[in-house]
């Protein structure tokens, strides 16, 4: 699927893949387009783009690859479609579990990823037990309640932007958590492993908010060893939201 999708800046080709129930412009503040030709994507099922079954996350990845390869065509960025051959992919939450699987499945120059522990089944456990309330009419209640949870020492202001701009749809985070609300433990750890073998020649940066502890941090280095990952303060899912400047300068410097 060529997802709806904008592009600006000049270099090296960066994509920006946002969470669940936002779009594109949840990365409004962050401006890479110094460094990098940006390009935001909406994923399936969000902002502008197509809803249609399935969306499990390799599907979600392919989508962002079908999207890139077209967009380097369309501006002839390289011979083989790709600026350097490969992309810079940054995901945020969802978008942090999307970017890594596109490191696992298709070419890429890096690979950031915001806020999102890889570690599904802590989370499993989560999303079973609030299974009735995500099949029933309290949905919307649950999603309220958990990105209020999650925004944690977020500015007021940026988290009233994203409650604006989000748009919760029962069918489509049903659809991206499937896998946890209907697969087995066993089949949850095996798309872990296959998500999760980014090759050792990509750089892997991880910038948490809401620090997942110590046990977390030695599996992600078993999981991906060349992994930097990274602890910021004040606590939020949003790190990148909370201090824009200093997020896009170590993009920036992790890159180069």
Not at 68 to 86: I, K, N, Q, T, Y
Not at 235 to 251: C, G, I, Q, S
Request: aromatic share 6%.
């Amino acid at each position: 699927m060529i997802l709806a999708h904008d592009v600006a800046g000049s270099g090296p080709l960066l994509v920006l893949v946002h969470g669940i129930t936002e779009d594109r412009r949840s990365w409004d503040p962050i401006d890479l387009t110094d460094s990098f030709t940006v390009l935001r994507v909406d994923v399936r099922g969000h902002g502008e783009s197509e809803a249609a079954e399935p969306y499990d996350i390799p599907t979600l990845a392919a989508d962002v690859h079908d999207t890139v390869l077209h967009v380097c065509a369309a501006r002839s960025l390289s011979e083989d479609g790709l600026p350097e051959g490969r992309p810079v992919v940054v995901g945020h939450s969802m978008g942090g579990i999307v970017a890594t699987a596109y490191g696992a499945l298709f070419p890429a120059r890096a690979v950031v990823n915001v806020d999102q522990p890889l570690h599904l089944a802590a989370m499993q456990q989560q999303v079973l037990q609030a299974d009735g309330m995500l099949r029933g009419e309290q949905f919307p209640l649950f999603i309220e309640g958990m990105f209020a949870q999650m925004s944690g020492a977020l500015d007021a202001s940026e988290k009233a932007r994203l409650d604006k701009i989000r748009a919760p749809k029962q069918d489509v985070v049903l659809g991206v958590w499937r896998i946890l609300l209907e697969g087995s433990p066993e089949e949850v750890s095996q798309l872990v492993g296959e998500l999760t073998k980014v090759p050792a020649d990509v750089p892997y940066l991880v910038i948490t908010g809401l620090d997942a502890g110590p046990e977390y941090a030695q599996w992600l280095q078993q999981a991906i060893p060349h992994a930097v990952q990274e602890v910021w303060q004040p606590p939020t899912h949003y790190p990148h939201l909370a201090d824009p400047a200093r997020f896009v300068a170590r993009v920036e410097s992790f890159v180069r």
